[in-house]
């Protein structure tokens, strides 16, 4: 029995994506009963959230329980932030399961979980020593939010790490990037790639009619560079999700031929890569692996991603461009449109990586 954890986020998103298929991947491919326990931050106040992050998070026993009620071997955490904790993990030891902490972004250290502030990639909180954070306002709420984040980090980030017997990151640039941050991973950690399972059977990208963008609708995303690009070299722009710069894009996007959707569920998505000829992944900062590239890459269609983070670890090189360089984007997306060939090249590399096989494989090696 394994028992996955997971504090869901205010505006859910591929984390969440992540765990659902994790559970699939363990039920199907590991012959392990698999249980998830969530919490909601939507369900809490920011007086709330701030109390949890700063106690380490609430009620442990409920998690140790838990542990003892499915004899549950391996707690296998995502989110902590901010119900879970240390304490979550602690408990978990103490009912006798083995702990693995899956870091799906930078949250160790940096109290956002992008790196990215201010327009830009941002390393300036190191370690322990989170005040960069606070005098930059990252959170961009109030000072006192953005201290609760810093503190807790400050307060709790060795705890944590003293729970975990070991460390899961989607790339190997995440953990280099996280050991240069200082974060407390030492050789406990190491790579697995994120799960896809399913696979097209082959690239239908010569018969797709726009280009598609997938994902959080906000600055460190470069969306406003594939509206900008596409516009450039006239091709239709699908743009799939929500988030903080939504009413600046549609504005950007004034009398381009750019159709935004909102947020999609599953199928609605799988129905848009189908139709796609080429998708763009155009983030300006060092995403540590988007699942968005992943998924569009196992559809079928060429990738046009930005040279940064975990994307220059997968995506081929002939679709890759320097971050917000909008000319070199636009040129890498008319290339690569309605290109077949290029969509088959994708999805074999994903395949070979991402395929349940593949990942259950490393997953058992890490559950011990």
Known sequence: MILLLHNRYRVPGGEERAVEDLAGLIRDHMDEEVEVLERDSAALSQR?????????????????????????????AHNLNPTFGWRALAAARAA?????????????????????????????????????????????????????????????QREVAAQVDRFLVPSAFALRRLRQLGAPVDDRASVLWSVQREFAERSQAAAGRHVLYAGRLSHEKGVA??????????????????????????ELAAGADVRFTGRVGRDELAALRRDAAVAIVPSRYAEILPLAALEAMASGL????????????LVPAEGLFPPGDVDALAARARRLWGDAAA??????????????????????????
């Open 302 to 313: 060429p990738v046009v991603a930005s040279r940064s983070g975990g994307l220059a670890e």
């Open 96 to 156: 006798g399961a083995r702990t693995v902490l899956h870091l799906h972004n930078y949250r160790l250290v940096c109290a956002v979980g992008t790196c990215f502030t201010r327009g830009q990639d941002c390393t300036r909180c190191h370690a322990r020593n989170t005040l960069p954070g606070v005098a930059l306002n990252c959170r961009g709420g109030s000072i006192a939010e953005s201290a609760a984040y810093a503190a807790s980090l400050a307060l709790w």
């Open 343 to 368: 969509g088959e090249r994708a999805l074999a590399v994903v395949r070979e990586r991402t395929a349940p096989a593949v990942v259950a494989r490393a997953l058992a090696e890490a559950y011990g």
């Open 48 to 76: 709330s959230a701030a109390a949890g992050l700063l106690r380490g998070g609430f009620s442990p026993d409920e998690v140790g329980g838990e542990v003892r009620r499915t004899g549950a071997r391996v707690v296998h």
């Open 225 to 250: 560079d594939a509206i900008v690009a596409c516009r450039t070299v006239g091709l239709p722009l699908v743009v799939a999700g929500d988030g903080p710069a939504e009413a600046e894009l549609r």
